[in-house]
């Protein structure tokens, strides 16, 4: 597997082959407070990069979801639909949203790796 | 404009408040906790609630003041006993709400609690209607302060003894700390409180003191979802000036020695919609499964046509699940009534329901 990658957006993704496994990062879920309610995209449909891939919502308001590379969505992650307060609780392991079988793997290069990601959530939330 | 703060401004800060703006003041959303924990800790032990940017307007006067006054509300003000509390509304000759108040008979005359959106323009409104001949102060140096949950009266009646005499819907002032304090047992989250009204020098302290014997500081946020699952109105969302209390379905509200007499400002229309009945009337709506509705959403019926919008929609952390209130045509509004709300381009099914949601513990019988 890969080293974890992520976007301005606050998803994260790692890769193994060619499936992407997509979530929200914990910088996410902090500033979306408590999560209640979770909707992923259909299995077998394809998203594009940047594309809106679900949403996410807090007591407070509604989020898209984005997912930062294309391709067919494989599996997505019913636990976190039925039991959304999870994606507090481990937002970056077990409360994953999506896979992706991806065609072109270069769409990861512009993504940030962690240390690049944690300076760019510490600058855009103070 | 620059932003105003209250006196417990500090405090929320040290208490690690995420802040927002509403109606002008700096004001906590939520604290470290977060919104669902703060929410359940005031249905089980005691919330504190800084509503000091709500208005405290009293109005010296008395029984010409008490005859002035209802002309103006929708209440039974010469039979209103004193220190006892009627929730009402500020409105135009058509009936339209400029806002929904508290009004406290006191020994002064009257003090009455407003919304911090719309204080400036009431105390306006208020002043023109009652001329120069009542003194009247929006008093900015004095705070308020709730107290909510189960356990608030045991709190506050260690720090002012006497409060849990009180019953739901009266007040009083009482002597603490050198500084006389306005005390009622009202609030606006479902649950037996207190709202305590102490200058702002003394506020913090107040509060720390509470804090210290158990009770937590609540953000707007939970605030939120306890009124709305306590099915109550809030101003902006519920309730504005193209709604009338009949549409609101608030006409409990209303005095019935006042409805055949009228003489109130939009007597005429409330006695109307009284008798012909309201096009579209306030309900609760229970989406079905986790699907949230938030304020706009459009409400549909099985044969697509529009039918109605919700005003304020979130997750209830008490009654786990989602909850709405919207208006819906009156044929509509009948409870299980089944409706279509549209979120995201597709539409959900929901039903119409009872109010509230979550049952009210008021307390009533102390004396």
Redesign the interface.
């Known amino acids: 597997m890969t080293e974890v990658k992520f976007s301005k957006e606050h998803e994260w993704i790692t890769l193994e082959g060619d499936v992407a496994t997509i979530g929200i990062t914990k910088h996410a879920t902090e500033m979306l407070?408590?999560i209640?309610?979770a909707?992923l995209p259909e299995k077998g449909s394809n998203v594009e990069k940047d594309g809106t891939a679900g949403?996410v919502?807090?007591?407070?308001?509604?989020s898209d979801v984005y997912t930062p590379v294309s391709g067919e969505v494989v599996d997505t992650n019913q636990s976190i639909?039925d039991d959304?307060a999870k994606i507090n609780e481990d937002p970056e392991g077990g409360a994953w949203f999506f896979k992706l079988k991806i065609k072109d793997t270069s769409e990861l290069d512009t993504l940030m790796n962690k240390e690049e990601y944690d300076k760019f959530a510490k600058e855009t939330s103070s | 404009m620059e932003i105003k703060k209250t006196s417990l401004n500090k405090l929320h800060q040290n208490n690690n408040a995420k802040f927002v703006e509403f109606a002008g003041y700096e004001m906590p959303?939520?604290y470290s906790k977060?919104?669902?924990?703060e929410h359940k800790f005031t249905r089980s032990h005691s919330g504190i609630f800084d509503v000091s940017h709500m208005g405290q307007l009293f109005i010296y006067g008395d029984e010409s003041l008490t005859e002035e006054l209802e002309k103006i509300f929708p209440l039974d003000l010469k039979n209103l006993k004193q220190n006892c509390s009627k929730y009402s509304f500020l409105m135009n000759e058509d009936a339209g709400i400029y806002d929904d108040l508290i009004i406290t008979k006191i020994k002064e005359g009257y003090l009455i609690i407003l919304n911090a959106a719309c204080k400036d323009k009431d105390f306006e409104i208020l002043s023109n209607l009652l001329g120069s001949k009542f003194k009247m102060n929006l008093d900015n140096n004095r705070s308020l302060i709730a107290i909510q949950g189960p356990k608030s009266v045991e709190i506050l009646n260690s720090v002012i003894n006497g409060v849990d005499q009180l019953n739901f819907m009266t007040g009083n002032w009482f002597d603490s700390d050198n500084q006389r304090l306005f005390v009622t047992r009202s609030g606006y989250t479902g649950e037996d409180g207190f709202e305590i009204s102490i200058s702002n020098e003394k506020a913090e302290k107040f509060v720390e003191n509470l804090i210290g014997k158990g009770a937590q500081l609540i953000g707007l946020?939970a605030r939120d979802?306890l009124r709305l699952e306590a099915g109550l109105c809030l101003y902006g969302h519920e309730l504005d000036i193209n709604k009338t209390p009949v549409e609101a379905n608030l006409r409990w509200a209303i005095s019935k020695s006042r409805l055949s007499n009228g003489g109130f400002i939009g007597s005429k229309k409330i006695m109307n919609q009284m008798q012909d009945g309201a096009k579209q009337i306030r309900v609760g709506i229970k989406p079905e499964g986790?699907?949230?509705a938030?304020e706009k959403t459009k409400i549909f019926n099985d044969t697509d046509k529009q039918i109605g919008e919700i005003t304020s929609g979130?997750?209830g952390?008490s009654v786990n699940g989602?909850i709405a209130m919207g208006y819906v045509d009156k044929e509509f509004s009948k409870v299980d009534t089944k409706i279509l709300l549209e979120v995201?381009g597709k539409k959900h099914p929901a039903s119409v329901c009872g109010l509230p949601f979550y049952k009210k513990n008021y307390v009533k019988g102390v004396n």
């Open positions: 407070g408590d209640v309610f909707e949403v919502e807090s007591t407070k308001a509604a639909v959304p | 959303i939520q977060g919104i669902i924990e946020g979802t986790r699907l949230i938030r979130t997750f952390p989602p995201r």
